[in-house]
Every structure is written in structure tokens, then in C-alpha cells.
Nanobody, 126 residues
Framework: QLQLVESGGGLVQPGGSLRLSCAAS????????IGWFRQAPGKEREGVSCISSSDTISYYADSVQGRFTISRDNAKNTVLLQMNSLKPEDTGVYYC???????????????????WGQGTQVTVSS
């Protein structure tokens, strides 16, 4: 069964950090573009970051540029999202998704991703 499972969410104070993990099973995530998305209450799902299957390309939303870092741990079939300097507006449910198999490409639009995890809640509040 092809599956993505997110973990690492929680409650953190503004300025704090979290590291989200996206663990893949049933397929090799290294061959796929992986994206991270978030959805706040009452808002549409938005792209946060993505990484291509070749790891040569990564994109970040302007709102997280310089604060978030996406990376892979292929030995664990996992994609990580390190989130630093968190702000209240980063609050939402974070999802990872896979698109592929592809080489050297990723996009921040959620419409092309065809495998999704169930999400993990991130709350930034004092």
C-alpha cells in the first residue's frame, strides 16, 4: 500500500522551531517530487516547499523563504521540513504529497500531487 505519514507537529511559541517528517511506504520517495503544503482554517491549501526527485531543485513560498528548509533522508525513505523562527501565521495542518515518478522538477501547486498524507497540526501561539 502506497502511503505517506507526517509527524513532528505540535504547539510551539513564536520564534520556536519544529521539524516535520514525511515517511513514505510502499514506494521509494527518492524517485518522486515531494511537496509540503499547509491549510489554515477557512483558507485554501497552499504550497510551502517542494524538492525534486534529483534533489537539484527546491522551492519555497515567499512567506517561509529563509526560515524553512526541505531535505531528504533517503536511507529512511523520508523527507524533512525544518521550520525555524515560526510565526503565528504558520499555524495550520501540514501535509506532504508525492508527484511522480519524475526527475528534476517540482512545483508548489497542490493540484498535480497524487499521493497525500493525512496531515499534522502545527500551532504557533504564545
Amino acid at each position: 500500500q502506497l502511503q505517506l505519514v507526517e509527524s513532528g507537529g505540535g504547539l510551539v511559541q513564536p520564534g520556536g522551531s519544529l521539524r516535520l517528517s514525511c515517511a513514505a511506504s510502499g514506494f521509494t520517495s527518492a524517485y518522486y517530487a515531494i511537496g509540503w503544503f499547509r491549510q489554515a482554517p477557512g483558507k485554501e491549501r497552499e504550497g510551502v516547499s517542494c524538492i525534486s526527485s534529483s534533489d537539484t531543485i527546491s522551492y519555497y513560498a515567499d512567506s517561509v523563504q529563509g526560515r524553512f528548509t526541505i531535505s531528504r533522508d533517503n536511507a529512511k525513505n523520508t523527507v524533512l521540513l525544518q521550520m525555524n523562527s515560526l510565526k503565528p501565521e504558520d499555524t495550520g495542518v501540514y501535509y506532504c504529497a508525492a508527484w511522480g515518478p519524475l526527475i528534476g522538477r517540482c512545483v508548489l501547486s497542490p493540484t498535480v500531487y497524487n499521493r497525500w498524507g493525512q496531515g499534522t497540526q502545527v500551532t504557533v501561539s504564545s
